[in-house]
């Protein structure tokens, strides 16, 4: 099969084609989180970006083998070679086995990942649990001599050699960034863990552990080792997606050192590239600064959801902070702030109520193109899709077309049973199926919006009362007074009602 699928390949600096490997099977692996704290909204997006993706591959009819790994060793502070490994530090500060901080964290991510509607992987391998394949790995660069033993006994790969080794071949360390190890010379300080190396860009592949680390290994012939970082992803993903693959994926921050380093072992131990295409998510900011962990400016999960943090002034559901994060494009920078969230509320509620009048809505002989319009909106959306996941124009679509059905629904157009094939086939297909938007959702967790709405709904049956009863000046001061504060009125002709924030549809 082939499908006029575009991604932005990070490898290539270009937007391209996407075709398999292997005709209708995609293999994609996306680097999963280190488990030593809760997810944040930096974990939500690269969850999200790549769920999309494994959605609109099989809905395209891909069969799909999606690896996403827990890492749970290996990964030092600040990403470097030296320093504390993250799990330990916390189970030292929460007198907790390592294991023990995996698994809770663990279950929180796989919890805020079902909040967040994202579907799981196929496979989720965890770091320490293929510890015996790093080590084959290992050994085979150090026996292809781009490797070496350092005086503190860590195997660390020889970058220089490497890029001798493969200069003929256009491989050179640095392809995927485009950094060169000059200026890496040149632009890093040395850094405190870094004089065993023989060069400071060089990086671990197997780190002796001295006798304060708690998790290590004994392993013939190497003994007392943990896995560094960067190992741990190319022995994985060459376990379940083979020496080559079609998909890589991960944040924006990866790219550099940790997926530059994958690319050198992958080449060096099989002699090819792992993937042909290396898709990145931009990062989430906070007043522009990235937010993380490290930076301690980041927010829950839990947090959105309770509204129990400084920066935000209330609770919001998990589909709005979803709807949020698909409202701007997966490679662009995503600032965060409350009245963004609040603003994407609005908008995805108003779209949920649109698809609430579908059925609602009486047919006419009388017809304004309208279906032809739903029609033409949803080969857009597909268009949109297969333009490197374009999902805010996917939403521009979507509320173009909740603007059609409004207005039918409020008597100024006409449709015919016939148009209506195409409306809620164009919902069901792109907000539910392919954007993740879960159709039973709760906007607003916090008790004001709930409060609110029933007060609406309270008020309209004192005015549907009213007018049982004929006392028309009554039903005429409630209705006025509701239009006064933004809510409109729309009487059915089976005698019922219906109403909209006005402010919903700006």
């Known amino acids: 099969m082939e499908h006029k699928l575009y991604i932005y390949n990070t490898l290539s600096h270009k937007k391209e084609q996407f075709i398999p490997l292997h005709e209708n099977k995609v293999g994609m692996y996306v680097c999963g989180p280190t488990v030593y704290g809760d997810a944040h909204l930096g974990h939500a997006r690269p969850a999200i970006t790549f769920d999309i993706l494994f959605r609109y591959l099989m809905h395209l009819g891909y069969k799909v083998r999606y690896v996403r790994n827990i890492t749970d060793v290996g990964h030092l502070e600040n990403d470097a070679d030296s320093g504390e ?19 809770l964290y663990t279950n929180r991510y796989h919890k805020a990942m079902e909040a967040l509607n994202v579907l799981p992987p196929s496979i989720e391998p965890h770091a320490s649990g293929h510890i015996i394949e790093q080590i084959e790995v290992a050994k085979k660069i150090f026996n292809k001599k781009l490797a070496y033993k ?37 632009n890093t300080r040395e850094l405190a863990g870094q004089e065993y190396k023989h060069n400071s860009f060089d990086f671990a592949l197997l780190k002796k552990a001295d006798k304060s680390h708690i998790m290590k290994w004994g392993v013939y012939p190497y003994s007392n080792v943990f896995p560094g970082w960067h190992l741990e992803c190319t022995a994985m993903s060459t376990k379940y997606l083979g020496k080559q693959f079609d998909i890589h994926g991960g944040g924006l921050d990866l790219m550099f050192p940790h997926h530059e380093c994958e690319i050198a072992q992958g080449v060096a131990v099989n002699g090819v590239i792992p993937a042909k295409y290396w898709v990145h998510n931009n990062m989430i900011t906070i007043n522009g600064q990235k937010m993380g962990k490290s930076l301690g400016n980041f927010i829950n999960l839990e947090e959105f959801f309770t509204g129990d943090h400084p920066f935000l002034t209330k609770a919001f559901s998990p589909m709005t902070v979803r709807f949020f994060i698909l409202r701007a494009k997966y490679n662009s920078t995503l600032d965060f702030s409350d009245e963004g969230l609040k603003i994407a509320e609005k908008k995805l509620e108003y779209l ?105 709904e309270i008020l309209l049956d004192l005015r549907q009362k009213a007018k049982q009863e004929k006392n028309w000046s009554q039903a005429d001061e409630i209705r006025e007074k509701l239009k006064a504060i933004g809510i409109d009125i729309f009487d059915t002709k089976d005698g019922k009602y219906d109403w909209i924030d006005k402010e919903l549809v700006k």
């Open 352 to 456: 949920l109520d649109t698809y609430d009048r579908i059925n609602k809505l009486e047919y006419s002989s009388i017809s304004d193109s309208f279906g032809r319009d739903m029609k033409t909106l949803s080969e857009k959306c597909e268009d949109a899709m297969n333009d490197d996941l374009n999902t805010p124009l996917v939403i521009s679509y979507l509320d173009e077309a909740a603007s059609t059905i409004n207005s039918v629904f409020h008597g100024k157009s006409k449709l015919t049973k016939e148009d209506m094939q195409f409306a809620k086939p164009l919902f069901d297909l792109y907000l539910f199926d392919l954007l993740g938007i879960c159709k039973e959702v709760k906007i607003g967790n916090d008790k004001s919006t709930t409060s609110i709405s029933k007060v609406i």
């Open 85 to 103: 490994d993250k799990i330990e530090k916390k189970a030292r500060l929460e007198e907790l086995e390592p294991m023990e901080v995996v698994q």
């Open 150 to 186: 350092a005086s503190d006994n860590s195997i660390y790969f020889d970058v220089l050699a490497y890029n001798e080794k493969f200069k003929d071949k256009n491989i050179q360390y640095g392809i995927l960034s485009g950094r060169d190890v000059k200026d890496i010379i040149t």
